[in-house]
Every structure is written in C-alpha cells, then in structure tokens.
C-alpha cells in the first residue's frame, strides 16, 4: 500500500514538472519566433506579422491571464515580483509575458497538486494520517515546484553563458581588429555565436537592440551584467564601459579579458579533477577493497578452514 502511494505520488510529482517545464520551454520558443519574426518584418518593411495561434500558445495565453490577475490584485509583493522577474530574466525568459505565465502555472499547479494527491488517495485507500501528510506534501509540492525548475534552468544558463563568454571574446577581438565599431561588433557576434552557444546569443542579441535604442551605451552594457547578475558578464560590461568613458584601445582590453576568462575556465576545471581522489573514496573502499581482500586473503582463509 505505502509502496503504490510513493509511486503514485513521484509519477504525479514528475508529470507535473514536465508538464511546466514543456510550458516553459514553449514560452521561450514563442519569444524566439517572435524575435525572429519581428527581423524578418524589419527587413523586408511588412507592417505587422501574426504569430499562428497554437494550442499551446492559447494555454500558455490562458495561464498569463491567471498570472496577471494575481500581479494586479496585489496579492503578491512588490519585492516577490521583482525577485520572480530577476530569476526568469537569469534563466534566459524575458517575454512580456513570462512572469504572469510562469505565477499562471505555479497557481494552477498549486490546486492540480492537491487534487491529484486526493485521487491517488482514494484509489490506494490510504489511513488518515498518511491523507494529511500527503496532501500537505502535495500542496508544498505543487507551491515549490515551479521555483526549483526555474533555478534549476536559471544554473544552467549561467553555466552556458559561462562557457561561451570566451569564444564571444575572441569573436569580438577578431571584430574589433577588422574595424567594427561596438554596435556593429556586438550585434555581429549574436549572429555568428548563435549555433554554438545560444545563451551567449541572446544576451548579445539583447546588449545589441538596447545599445540602438539606449542614449547611454554604458548603461546598454551594465543592464547586460544585471540581468543576470554574472560576475563575467559584469567584468565584460563594466571594462566595455571604461573602454568607451576613457577611449582605451577596445581590441587590448578585450584579448586580456578574453585570457582571464580562460585562466579562470581552467583552474575550474583543475578543482574539479582535484574533487575526483575524493569521490572515487567511497566506490573503492565498497565495490573494489572487498573484492581485493576477497582475492588476497580468500585462499589463505581456505586453507584456515581446512586446518580447523
């Protein structure tokens, strides 16, 4: 019975979690084509361009209208907001829609939650002391669910801008030695990186389009560092910023940079194969010492046996 119930509770658990990440990743398509729409109509002079209505964009439309209600009301903080809008904004989501969506979704999932827990319930049959405890462990599921897929996304798109950032510096060297400017420079390394390292893409894509429509350049680069909040990309915002303020040779700043981000990628790496004597401990000392006392010590043991 307690067996049943524990799988019942993961699968509905995983389902959920699949479901709003599919969700998540849905809203992040729609905001690509959108972009990439919104490019195509820019060159070609169409006046407007109609994104095709799919079912998923009508639930995700559904789920940011639930969203919005809620900003509105009030019910959330100005603070909560802000901090649920920063982790989308780091995870790589900065639709006009993405923070409603994503309060739309962690709403509903907060009541699915529980009633699927209920459903599960009666079908095992379960004592009451195990319906609260589940129901209670169902509702701060559903609640805490959401946030840890998007932290999780968030890491992993600090993790692919941490590791693209250095090739983007060398293409930006190789830009800045053929006589770019900045703007030209940044935009054309979002277009080349793309294929190899989308994060790193977007946030220039992004640095490109507010550097256009931005009085103030240096303020285009630090938003680039606070969207964020990567120590790299705010070392890389900050000296494109000082290299502009005091007209210190762009190619130079950039090549150091380039190295000390590579240094830094290597010692990372160097920790990281220092971590690997320790973790390799506890699979030695369980799966190999037996077998080798066993190969070692079993024929004198044997030959114990035979003594006695």
Known sequence: MTRELLVGLTAGLL???????????????EDRLSARLLAVQRSAGVDQVTLPRSPG??????????????IRSGTLSASTVADLEQTLKAAGFRGDHALSVFIGAKV???LAMPLLAAAV????????????????AATIGGLLLPDLIARRLRKRYLRELERGLPDALDLMVICSEAGLALEGTVERVAIEIRPAHPAVAAEFATCSSELRIL???????????ERTRLE??????????????????????????????????????EAK????????????????????????AGPAMLQVMRLW
């Open 15 to 29: 389902a959920f979690g699949l479901i709003v990440l599919a969700l998540l990743r849905l809203m992040a398509r």
């Open 57 to 70: 964009w009508m639930v995700l439309q559904g789920f940011g209208w639930i969203g919005r209600l809620l």
């Open 108 to 110: 509903l999932l907060l």
């Open 121 to 136: 319930f009666r079908l095992v049959e379960v004592g009451t002391l195990t319906w609260r405890l589940g129901m209670l």
């Open 215 to 225: 009085s103030d350049r240096r303020a285009a680069l630090i938003n680039m560092a």
């Open 232 to 269: 790299a990309l705010r070392r890389l915002g900050t000296t494109l910023a000082q290299t502009l303020q005091y007209g210190t040779p762009l190619t130079q700043a950039l090549r150091a940079l380039a190295a000390e981000m590579r240094h830094e990628q290597l010692v990372r790496f």
């Open 273 to 296: 194969a220092a971590r690997l004597p320790v973790l390799l401990t506890v699979p030695m000392i369980t799966c190999i010492l037996p077998t080798l006392f066993l190969v070692v």
